[in-house]
């Protein structure tokens, strides 16, 4: 797999999904103060979220590339963005990666989750639309790859929490 937008994809989820089974109670009970998610749903959020962010890298790993897969993770984005934004005036904090990263749900969530949709459509361009202008290939070395794609990856998570620090917006 040579496609490091995907990579930087995966390195999120598989963080992501980690970090909410480490802290699984807190994950629960920040997804139950959520306004958007109600009753019963909520239950079924906190344990699927970290399953699907797990499952998902993990499909990639084991199919390929695949426009489905594809499909999951850009549905997966809108939910999050949609959850930001209904959520930009509660004051919650924001599981996203447990308690390894401090954060609120909000316009820094949108710019979060917007950012790794933009990976996501470029993963798609470069994988099925021969996108070999966007396509970053430094050469066979793939730690060299996975370098780069931890630090598209990281770049994410500091934009939100840039963001959320100096504007001081949820």
């Not at 992501?16 to 009970?29: A, D, E, H, R």
């Not at 997804?31 to 699907?52: A, H, L, R």
């Not at 897969?69 to 447990?98: E, K, P, Q, W």
Request: overall charge positive; hydrophobic content about 50%; proline content about 2%.
């Amino acid at each position: 797999m040579k496609n490091i937008f995907l990579m930087a994809i995966m390195i999120a989820m598989y963080f992501g999904g980690f970090s909410k089974l480490i802290f699984f109670p807190y994950t629960k009970k920040t997804i139950q103060k959520i306004t958007f998610i109600k009753e019963p749903i909520d239950k079924i959020m906190s344990f699927g979220m970290p399953v699907f962010e797990l499952g998902v890298p993990t499909l990639f790993l084991i199919l390929g590339e695949n426009i489905y897969l594809y499909g999951l993770t850009i549905i997966y984005y809108f939910v999050f963005i949609a959850m930001n934004l209904t959520s930009m005036y509660d004051d919650v904090d924001c599981c996203c990666y447990g308690k390894f990263m401090k954060s609120k749900l909000g316009l820094g969530g949108v710019i979060h989750y917007l950012y790794f949709l933009c990976m996501d459509v470029f993963a798609i361009y470069c994988c099925f639309f021969n996108g070999k202008l966007v396509y970053i290939e430094m050469h066979e070395n793939i730690w060299i790859q996975y370098g780069i794609a931890l630090l598209v990856c990281v770049c994410g998570l500091m934009y939100r929490r840039v963001l959320e620090l100096v504007v001081k917006v949820r």
